[in-house]
């Protein structure tokens, strides 16, 4: 018997090895991500394959729900009016933790919906050693300690 295999309607991709990030124990909460060798502004730090779900930022759910899904970066009529579509990415996209401030931010979230990817891009130059942080915006939730 052969095996024929399934078309997709999705192209396939190279996602990058991830050499440059560890994961290891945050002075700021829990986990975080932390970088072995030093990165560039620019550079892709992870590509992340992520779904969406049906679940909406205006759905009522759990704090602790809420810190692990990322919101669809859509501005359409229904996003406005139902809220965003939540999403769930693989990868360290999960333990990137929040700058005290936008000034801060290391890296930033580019989300191609058509491979249904999320590369994190480095916004400054990174020094190894350090933890990788990301901005979420002034509503992001304090750390659970």
């Given amino acids: ?34 970088a072995t060798d030093n990165i ?19 759905d009522l ?7 692990l899904l990322y919101p669809w970066p859509c501005d359409c009529d229904q996003c406005k009016w139902r809220g965003k579509s939540f999403t769930i990415c693989s990868g360290a996209i999960h333990l990137y933790n929040g700058a ?3 000034e801060e931010r290391m890296v930033q979230f580019k989300w191609d919906g058509k491979n249904r990817t999320v590369s994190v ?16 915006g002034d509503s992001y939730p304090l750390p659970v300690k």
Wanted: hydrophobic residues 30%; glycine residues 6%.
């Fill in 1 to 34: 018997m052969s095996e024929t295999p399934t078309p997709s309607r999705y192209e396939y991709i190279d996602i990058p090895p991830t050499t440059k990030i560890r994961i290891g124990p945050s002075p700021i909460a829990g986990y975080g991500v932390f």
């Fill in 61 to 67: 759910l759990y704090d602790e729900i809420r810190a």
């Fill in 100 to 102: 005290a401030s936008a």
């Fill in 121 to 136: 891009q480095a916004t400054k130059p990174i020094n190894e050693g350090e933890e990788i942080l990301n901005w979420y």
């Fill in 40 to 58: 560039w502004t620019g550079e892709t730090v992870e590509v992340a394959t992520y779904i969406r779900t049906h679940m909406r930022t205006k």
